[in-house]
């Protein structure tokens, strides 16, 4: 025990000696909740829409008031011409171009059916999505206002409506901060304990300081022990950190136990930690464990959640996801932080954590070689 | 270092001395020559790096093509149909033979919505209220509650909406012979990307991305690794001048990036049907231009950091992050906040990939790009000159 002290003071000593270490422990949560929380969102703000208005009636004209009375809609601009309603398309200006054909007002009244073309700019299919879903809502409502003034039917209603209300638990505001600040503080955690510790491990064999240590009585287990609690403590202080400024910042609600949050944040991190130093078993410098981690970090974000759901992809994706640390963590984080979910509904991912983290750690002192 | 080894070093010291500082003699190509064949053998020789580097744009891309979706499937939800009747029976159906939702239980009191919820499974409870079926034929009104666990904003609200669709749709088949009168009917047309496919967004964005990754991230971390070993003093007491140098070093991942960036368009192409509509030469000559700016960032990063660590720190939260987050990668750059967006006008990457979107998708050409292109030429002698300054040829 007393041997795991003074490796655990040495370690210590190091790292803070770099001078470097403290900002980037404080500015690293800070720079991810202020920037990428507010920048990772898929809440629309405005729509940019170009008219191209080649009726010029009463009924085209109260069309494009309507729009133009949403404080969503920004009509940039009102044209007669479809083809530069295509080119503002092809510059960006415009996220829609509305295109009102001669005749619109015209048909209407004649045949009862009148046609509208929405042009949508769709190289993102989602927005695209969003927009024409939006639009085609606004004409329906339009179209609605219409038939009550002129055939005098209050309100068309059909004989029989189901009231539909929907009601949001746990985020009734749809706030889209309080979902991605969980996930870019595990993004935070990640990053520390999988490339912190695998960097300084190699730093010592690229030194060759690390035969210093191997000639040394100091047990295997002690020296990955010795690598991993200081890293294990600085990644929960930053939890704590980034979850102080999310408070702070955006309310973000704390419903559950932080106790618990933090004790399964512990379990968690045991397995990235163990990831982190197994890959620089197996790698000689640093720029090896960069990229393998780099590597590795990336397809556990993209598939563990923190962006879309799990539950929209594939069946062998959800599969692999069950070795996913982050895919469990992820799962925890917003459960207990948003829905103060106990210990008894996570006590799959509780499970699946702690033996991952028996794996991975045990690879790691299995890997690690005293002689070359 | 053996002493014949350093006799012919001092040699060519000697010989360098006497060469005219702005010709270039013969002796001091073939030594640029071999320091770059030099510096070839030490990246591909490792096969963990080469793997890496072409295993992370093919695997990005396939996961982005095929596991990053936000479309409804199989989500589990609970029912709480306080009714029981033919038409609750009716629509439940309905719901669960859409392919969207998959019924997980059946509740039988409020309490349970709670308690459901929070073991995470259920996304969606659907209450029907008492009486549901009379109510709707006899007074032509029923009421559904929807409560969606919001937890994922994104999710809910397409579950909801999803789901007020099929239930309006099976009302509406109730009465089919319904004819609304003035009927305007709006014909969608999806420009550039008839099929809203999602690869029109990522390979775009893979490609600036590994290009970063390659070209600035590794350039700054070799070029760190030289200081920190103190190896760059030998470099720099050899005849190589300090601007063959950094050729030397940047050369090999140039020529890795621009393999790397044809992988990536032939893997859109042939794989996600992502079109090349405009010309091909001027999409390379944009890449390259890109991929100097980026190799020009890793340099003047590496003549900012002490350690790898430091380099590799600067390159992942300077450059990786933002060029995920702030380059209209993934997020929309219109729905940032003012400052983000103002942000993200000095973010490479956001030009980058604004001209590829053009010339791939909309067949633009550089009549469109001229202006993007201009202000990654600017980035690039911006970051030349101030490496320039910063280079130091002795050390401290």
Same mark, same amino acid.
């Given at each position: 025990?007393?041997?795991?002290?003074?490796?655990?003071?040495?370690?210590?000593?190091?790292?803070?000696?770099?001078?470097?270490?403290?900002?980037?422990?404080?500015?690293?949560?800070?720079?991810?909740?202020?920037?990428?929380?507010?920048?990772?969102?898929?809440?629309?703000?405005?729509?940019?829409?170009?008219?191209?208005?080649?009726?010029?009636?009463?009924?085209?004209?109260?069309?494009?008031?309507?729009?133009?009375?949403?404080?969503?809609?920004?009509?940039?601009?009102?044209?007669?011409?479809?083809?530069?309603?295509?080119?503002?398309?092809?510059?960006?200006?415009?996220?829609?171009?509305?295109?009102?054909?001669?005749?619109?007002?015209?048909?209407?009244?004649?045949?009862?059916?009148?046609?509208?073309?929405?042009?949508?700019?769709?190289?993102?299919?989602?927005?695209?999505?969003?927009?024409?879903?939006?639009?085609?809502?606004?004409?329906?409502?339009?179209?609605? #206002?219409?038939?009550?003034?002129?055939?005098?039917?209050?309100?068309?209603?059909?004989?029989?409506?189901?009231?539909?209300?929907?009601?949001?638990?746990? +985020?009734?505001?749809?706030?889209?901060?309080?979902?991605?600040?969980?996930?870019?503080?595990?993004?935070?955690?990640?990053?520390?304990?999988?490339?912190?510790?695998?960097?300084?491990?190699?730093?010592?064999?690229?030194?060759?300081?690390?035969?210093?240590?191997?000639?040394?009585?100091?047990?295997?287990?002690?020296?990955?022990?010795?690598?991993?609690?200081?890293?294990?403590?600085?990644?929960?202080?930053?939890?704590?950190?980034?979850?102080?400024?999310?408070?702070?910042?955006?309310?973000?609600?704390?419903?559950?136990?932080?106790?618990?949050?933090?004790?399964?944040?512990?379990?968690?991190?045991?397995?990235?930690?163990?990831?982190?130093?197994?890959?620089?078993?197996?790698?000689?410098?640093?720029?090896?464990?960069?990229?393998?981690?780099?590597?590795?970090?990336?397809?556990?974000?993209?598939?563990?959640?923190?962006?879309?759901?799990?539950?929209?992809? /594939?069946?062998?994706?959800?599969?692999?996801?069950?070795?996913?640390?982050?895919?469990?963590?992820?799962?925890?984080?917003?459960?207990?932080?948003?829905?103060?979910?106990?210990?008894?509904?996570?006590?799959?991912?509780?499970?699946?954590?702690?033996?991952?983290?028996?794996?991975?750690?045990?690879?790691?002192?299995?890997?690690?070689?005293?002689?070359? | 270092?053996?002493?014949?080894?350093?006799?012919?070093?001092?040699?060519?010291?000697?010989?360098?001395?006497?060469?005219?500082?702005?010709?270039?003699?013969?002796?001091?190509?073939?030594?640029?020559?071999?320091?770059?064949?030099?510096?070839?053998?030490?990246?591909?020789?490792?096969?963990?790096?080469?793997?890496?580097?072409?295993?992370?744009?093919?695997?990005?891309?396939?996961?982005?093509?095929?596991?990053?979706?936000?479309?409804?499937?199989?989500?589990?939800?609970?029912?709480?149909?306080?009714?029981?009747?033919?038409?609750?029976?009716?629509?439940?159906?309905?719901?669960?033979?859409?392919?969207?939702?998959?019924?997980?239980?059946?509740?039988?009191?409020?309490?349970?919505?709670?308690?459901?919820?929070?073991?995470?499974?259920?996304?969606?409870?659907?209450?029907?209220? #008492?009486?549901?079926?009379?109510?709707?034929?006899?007074?032509?009104?029923?009421?559904?509650?929807?409560?969606?666990?919001?937890?994922?904003? #994104?999710?809910?609200?397409?579950?909801?909406?999803?789901?007020?669709?099929?239930?309006?749709?099976?009302?509406?088949?109730?009465?089919?012979?319904?004819?609304?009168?003035?009927?305007?009917?709006?014909?969608?047309?999806?420009?550039?990307?008839?099929?809203?496919?999602?690869?029109?967004?990522?390979?775009?964005?893979?490609?600036?991305?590994?290009?970063?990754?390659?070209?600035?991230?590794?350039?700054?971390?070799?070029?760190?690794?030289?200081?920190?070993?103190?190896?760059?003093?030998?470099?720099?007491?050899? /005849?190589?001048?300090?601007?063959?140098?950094?050729?030397?070093?940047?050369?090999?991942?140039?020529?890795?990036?621009?393999?790397?960036?044809?992988?990536?368009?032939?893997?859109?192409?042939?794989?996600?049907?992502?079109?090349?509509?405009?010309?091909?030469?001027?999409?390379?000559?944009?890449?390259?231009?890109?991929?100097?700016?980026?190799?020009?960032?890793?340099?003047?990063?590496?003549?900012?950091?002490?350690?790898?660590?430091?380099?590799?720190?600067?390159?992942?939260?300077?450059?990786?992050?933002?060029?995920?987050?702030?380059?209209?990668?993934?997020?929309?750059?219109?729905?940032?906040?003012?400052?983000?967006?103002?942000?993200?006008?000095?973010?490479?990457?956001?030009?980058?990939?604004?001209?590829?979107?053009?010339?791939?998708?909309?067949? +633009?050409?550089?009549?469109?790009?001229?202006?993007?292109?201009?202000?990654?030429?600017?980035?690039?002698?911006?970051?030349?000159?101030?490496?320039?300054?910063?280079?130091?040829?002795?050390?401290?």
């Amino acid at each position: 025990m007393k041997t795991i002290l003074y490796i655990l003071q040495k370690e210590f000593r190091q790292i803070f000696r770099n001078r470097t270490m403290l900002p980037m422990i404080f500015g690293v949560p800070l720079l991810q909740m202020l920037i990428l929380v507010f920048a990772a969102t898929f809440e629309m703000k405005q729509i940019d829409m170009v008219v191209v208005d080649k009726d010029l009636s009463s009924a085209s004209r109260e069309l494009v008031a309507k729009f133009d009375g949403i404080p969503f809609y920004h009509i940039t601009e009102m044209v007669q011409d479809e083809t530069i309603g295509e080119n503002m398309l092809l510059k960006d200006k415009a996220d829609v171009v509305l295109v009102i054909p001669v005749n619109f007002e015209r048909n209407l009244v004649r045949n009862d059916k009148a046609q509208l073309q929405l042009l949508v700019n769709a190289i993102d299919g989602n927005s695209a999505q969003l927009i024409s879903a939006w639009s085609s809502r606004i004409i329906a409502a339009f179209n609605q #206002n219409l038939v009550a003034e002129w055939k005098g039917i209050p309100e068309f209603t059909p004989p029989a409506q189901v009231k539909i209300a929907e009601s949001y638990w746990y +985020n009734s505001e749809l706030d889209y901060k309080w979902y991605m600040a969980p996930g870019i503080l595990a993004i935070l955690v990640t990053i520390i304990g999988m490339f912190m510790s695998g960097m300084n491990l190699v730093r010592e064999k690229e030194i060759g300081t690390i035969e210093q240590l191997n000639v040394t009585p100091v047990k295997k287990y002690q020296f990955i022990a010795g690598k991993l609690v200081p890293f294990w403590i600085i990644a929960l202080f930053d939890l704590a950190f980034g979850l102080f400024i999310a408070w702070l910042v955006f309310d973000l609600p704390i419903v559950g136990s932080l106790w618990l949050l933090f004790g399964l944040a512990g379990v968690y991190l045991i397995s990235v930690l163990g990831i982190g130093l197994f890959i620089s078993t197996i790698t000689d410098t640093q720029q090896q464990v960069m990229f393998v981690s780099f590597f590795f970090m990336m397809i556990f974000i993209l598939m563990g959640g923190i962006f879309t759901p799990v539950e929209s992809m /594939p069946h062998w994706a959800q599969m692999t996801d069950r070795i996913n640390p982050i895919f469990y963590f992820m799962k925890i984080m917003r459960m207990v932080l948003l829905k103060g979910s106990g210990f008894v509904d996570l006590l799959e991912e509780f499970f699946s954590l702690t033996v991952l983290g028996v794996i991975f750690l045990s690879l790691a002192i299995w890997r690690y070689r005293k002689t070359t | 270092m053996d002493f014949c080894n350093l006799a012919t070093q001092l040699q060519s010291l000697n010989f360098g001395l006497r060469t005219s500082v702005f010709q270039l003699s013969s002796t001091n190509m073939k030594q640029l020559k071999s320091f770059i064949k030099k510096e070839f053998y030490h990246i591909f020789r490792d096969p963990r790096t080469m793997l890496i580097l072409f295993g992370i744009p093919i695997a990005q891309l396939l996961i982005f093509g095929t596991v990053i979706k936000s479309e409804i499937k199989d989500v589990h939800i609970a029912v709480y149909d306080q009714s029981k009747d033919v038409t609750t029976h009716e629509i439940i159906n309905k719901l669960l033979s859409s392919g969207y939702f998959i019924l997980d239980a059946n509740l039988e009191n409020t309490s349970g919505i709670e308690k459901i919820f929070k073991k995470g499974k259920v996304k969606q409870v659907v209450v029907f209220e #008492n009486n549901f079926g009379e109510k709707l034929t006899r007074e032509g009104e029923a009421n559904v509650q929807l409560i969606a666990d919001a937890s994922d904003p #994104n999710m809910a609200r397409l579950v909801t909406s999803y789901t007020t669709g099929i239930i309006n749709d099976y009302i509406r088949k109730l009465h089919p012979n319904l004819e609304m009168p003035l009927q305007i009917k709006s014909e969608v047309r999806m420009y550039f990307n008839e099929e809203m496919k999602s690869a029109y967004l990522f390979v775009p964005g893979t490609m600036a991305l590994i290009l970063m990754l390659i070209s600035a991230m590794m350039t700054s971390v070799s070029i760190t690794r030289e200081k920190e070993f103190g190896t760059m003093e030998i470099l720099l007491v050899s /005849p190589l001048r300090p601007s063959q140098i950094i050729v030397g070093k940047v050369l090999p991942y140039l020529i890795l990036s621009i393999i790397n960036a044809f992988v990536i368009v032939l893997i859109g192409h042939f794989v996600f049907g992502v079109p090349v509509t405009g010309s091909f030469i001027l999409l390379m000559l944009e890449t390259i231009l890109f991929i100097l700016m980026a190799l020009c960032l890793g340099i003047l990063i590496s003549t900012m950091a002490k350690n790898q660590m430091v380099a590799m720190f600067i390159s992942m939260i300077v450059l990786m992050l933002p060029t995920i987050i702030l380059s209209g990668f993934i997020f929309p750059i219109e729905n940032m906040p003012e400052i983000l967006q103002w942000l993200s006008h000095i973010m490479p990457a956001r030009w980058f990939i604004a001209i590829i979107r053009d010339i791939m998708l909309k067949g +633009n050409g550089l009549l469109f790009v001229w202006k993007e292109t201009l202000i990654l030429v600017g980035m690039t002698l911006f970051f030349v000159a101030v490496s320039v300054k910063k280079f130091k040829i002795r050390l401290e």
